[in-house]
């Protein structure tokens, strides 16, 4: 009988101690999952993310150019913004991403190339070409330090070359496949060793992938490879019984253009150029990629506890049509590193990888199903969003620019939300040179510090969002009272975030010029 009592006492400790420190099968923290993909516009999907008069989504042709099955399972799960807005080039948005910094706030605001500083013949010197470093708070740091396995699976481009931030390691992930310094592989094709030495010639490529030698002379391709290496430790990590965090920012879809073989022939007919079939494969095999994820995370039972969130880094790099036209946004304007919407409106879709209304984790954090969202948001949301669901505090002097998206995940309006995005860009050579966005509500102004052709030789474009949501119209001249609200409200902005700022010929800083 004494024996009997201690075995029933021992069991029951066991069970009390399972729940006090975490060592139940059931985690009680939520896994996530930030799938980012690289150069995807708004547009690059069979996803209807624009919207009609009444908020019903409403199709475009590119919607049915692409396929996009994955993404349309993902999106009947939860919510899709259609007015979700990054920085319009990808390293800023990167360490928005991972620090919920505006870009103007931490002032990497241009690419990092990875070998020599790209500020521009008038960029700032004081921009922040070095991207994050070992000491800096990141969103992967905290959930690292609040027990969470943190998965980098892919491209980094925090840091230049042999800088801290070139390895995600540094900057708090627990493991690193393929990611370094380089915004772009040399080859997307597992015969060519994803651009590292091949055969007798030992010329190592400067955008060479690394971390995946098993893969090297196969036929495997890039995203395909990357797929596998993350579920690999995202299985690792449930059967450690880790929360995890992956973070699985895709190689696809940035040039180089390489065909997916596995898709090829699905575009082949399409009447459009081989560049644009070839970025076409690589969009559905991003998709495919998606699919396998969630079909993985149901397979290890995980897939309730697990936030799937989905979003490109910039606007659309699709080769089609010139960057200021409506073409490779279509019925948006522009494209990646440009002003206009299709520079800075990209996909976004968060859900649950299996909803069910009675998860603890999803009852702290509701996602509406199969819903759209108008209200605006932007990457820096990520940050406080994620740590919010997981409990994690945020050191008190470190400043964040994003606002939690918990309401608009329910496909409700959120009037506590400043409807406000400032996009700044002081650099050269891109698509636009040299200029800032400012939205507020419907309003956009874009100020450009050395007027040009683009902007119709003036410092000033302004832009109503609902009357001309594909900015046909400027109203710089027509509407000089909202053109000077708008414009104080930017260069306000700018000095909120102590931006830095291009220079003139005489090295001296050029603010913005109110009309």
């Not at 494969?281 to 991003?286: A, F, N, R, S, V």
Request: hydrophobic share 40%; net charge neutral.
């Amino acid at each position: 009988m004494f024996m009997k009592l201690i075995s029933v006492l021992s069991a029951f400790l066991a069970i009390l101690c399972s729940q006090s420190f975490g060592a139940s099968p059931k985690s009680p923290l939520p896994n996530i999952v930030v799938m980012l993909v690289d150069d995807m516009g708004v547009m690059d999907t069979s996803v209807p993310f624009l919207t009609d008069e009444v908020g019903k989504p409403k199709r475009f042709p590119l919607n049915d150019y692409y396929r996009t099955p994955n993404m349309e399972r993902l999106a009947l799960r939860g919510v899709r913004f259609n007015n979700f807005c990054a920085m319009s080039v990808c390293s800023p948005t990167r360490i928005s991403i991972m620090t919920g910094k505006n870009a103007a706030r931490h002032r990497t605001t241009n690419w990092i190339n990875p070998d020599k500083d790209n500020a521009g013949p008038n960029g700032s010197p004081d921009w922040n070409w070095s991207g994050l470093k070992k000491g800096d708070v990141t969103l992967a740091r905290l959930m690292q330090a609040n027990g969470y396995r943190t998965i980098h699976v892919g491209k980094g481009h925090f840091g230049p070359r042999n800088s801290e931030g070139a390895d995600p390691k540094n900057l708090g992930f627990d493991i690193n496949v393929g990611g370094a310094s380089i915004g772009a592989p040399a080859s997307y094709l597992g015969m060519q060793n994803y651009g590292n030495a091949v055969g007798e010639v030992k010329k190592q490529a400067p955008a060479a992938v690394f971390g995946l030698e098993k893969y090297h002379a196969t036929e495997t391709f890039l995203t395909e490879a990357l797929t596998m290496e993350a579920k690999t430790h995202v299985a690792d990590a449930v059967k450690a019984d880790k929360p995890f965090f992956l973070y699985f920012p895709q190689y696809a879809v940035h040039a180089p253009f390489n065909s997916d073989p596995r898709f090829a022939a699905n575009y082949k007919d399409s009447g459009k150029s081989p560049q644009s079939q070839a970025f076409a494969t690589l969009i559905e095999g991003m998709d495919k990629s998606l699919g396998e994820l969630l079909d993985h995370l149901d397979q290890l039972g995980v897939a309730e506890n697990t936030l799937v969130i989905f979003l490109g880094d910039n606007g659309s790099d699709a080769p089609l049509g010139h960057e200021h036209a409506v073409a490779c946004a279509a019925p948006l304007r522009g494209k990646k590193g440009s002003h206009y919407e299709g520079g800075t409106r990209v996909p976004f879709i968060a859900a649950w990888a299996k909803p069910n209304n009675g998860n603890t984790h999803q009852m702290k954090l509701p996602i509406a199903v199969n819903a759209i969202q108008s209200q605006q948001a932007a990457v820096y949301d990520l940050f406080p969003t994620i740590l919010g669901l997981s409990g994690i505090d945020v050191p008190s002097k470190h400043i964040v620019d994003g606002k939690k998206l918990d309401t608009l995940l329910t496909a409700k309006p959120d009037s506590a939300r400043d409807e406000t995005f400032l996009m700044h860009y002081p650099h050269s050579p891109h698509r636009t040179d040299y200029f800032t966005v400012y939205r507020e509500g419907e309003w956009k102004v874009i100020y450009h510090y050395f007027p040009s052709d683009i902007s119709e030789q003036s410092h000033y474009q302004l832009f109503h969002l609902k009357a001309d949501p594909f900015e046909k119209t400027n109203l710089a001249i027509s509407n000089p009272k909202e053109l000077g609200h708008m414009m104080l409200n930017l260069v306000a902005a700018l000095e909120n975030q102590q931006a830095v700022y291009p220079i003139d010929n005489d090295r001296k800083p050029m603010l913005p010029k109110l009309p």
